[in-house]
């Protein structure tokens, strides 16, 4: 859920993902060739937080375990490498629709995963199912350069079933499926539910938010086709007797 993270593959030690660093020289298979580093999505983070958690806490040990999953979804390959998540009886809900299992969340990603909607192809602002793993997550570090912070707002009940609220943001800096930015920060709220085993690793997980809080900030912007059709038209409009 911590979707749009901007990673790097060389930094500092990790804070808020806790095993990430006891990895480096694991037989983990990675995307990208190593593991990432979340330096700037992590100080957006600390910089945009409404709640610091006390250390220890189940509001802290529930926000670190959801970076820590998304984390693994976005730069592991290999189901076997997850730490996060029993992959055998794991599925993901998102408002309501039916459930993905660990492999088929693993092959689309988190962006489809979460973005899917139901709606006729004409009225989506995103249409997931054209969409693969790779170029969703192009889309969105695109649009967040800096990445997509989530924290954690309240705990609700602990496990083994955690509800939680949580709210995600970042800042509209780079275009957006030829939606030109206007810097604002795009946040929404949402819901959650994890049902964890002994071990605390997730079995499933279900998530209710509205898309189109983040989506609609997205598409907000003049389209480049609609911002040169503009340019052309205020050309033609220009005086007929002008030699310029």
Excluded at 20 to 28: M, Q, R, V, Y
Excluded at 119 to 128: G, I, N, Q, T, W
Excluded at 224 to 232: H, P
Aim: aromatic share 12%; charged share 25%.
């Amino acid at each position: 859920m911590n979707m749009g993270s901007k990673e790097e593959v060389v930094g500092a030690k990790e804070k808020y993902r806790s095993f990430l660093d006891d990895e480096g020289e694991s037989n983990t298979l990675w995307r990208h060739g190593a593991p990432p580093t979340y330096h700037d999505v992590n100080l957006l983070f600390e910089q945009g937080r409404t709640k610091v958690w006390p250390e220890g806490s189940l509001e802290e040990i529930v926000q670190n375990a959801i970076k820590s999953w998304e984390m693994e979804l976005s730069h592991k390959i290999r189901l076997q490498d997850f730490k996060t998540i029993n992959p055998e009886k794991f599925k993901l809900f998102v408002n309501g629709r039916e459930g993905l299992n660990a492999e088929e969340t693993l092959k689309v990603g988190s962006y489809n995963a979460l973005l899917g909607s139901s709606l006729p192809k004409e009225l989506k602002a995103y249409r997931s199912e054209e969409e693969t793993f790779e170029s969703s997550h192009e889309a969105f570090r695109s649009a967040f350069p800096r990445g997509f912070a989530w924290e954690v707002i309240q705990v609700y009940s602990g496990p083994p079933h955690i509800a939680f609220k949580f709210r995600h943001w970042g800042f509209f800096e780079g275009p957006f499926k030829g939606h030109v930015p206007n810097g604002n920060m795009l946040h929404f709220y949402g819901l959650a539910t994890l049902k964890v085993d002994n071990s605390l690793k997730v079995e499933e997980v279900e998530v209710y938010y509205d898309p189109g809080e983040l989506l609609g900030g997205l598409i907000s912007g003049a389209h480049t086709e609609e911002k040169n059709n503009t340019k052309i038209s205020a050309a033609s409009q220009g005086c007929p007797f002008s030699t310029k």
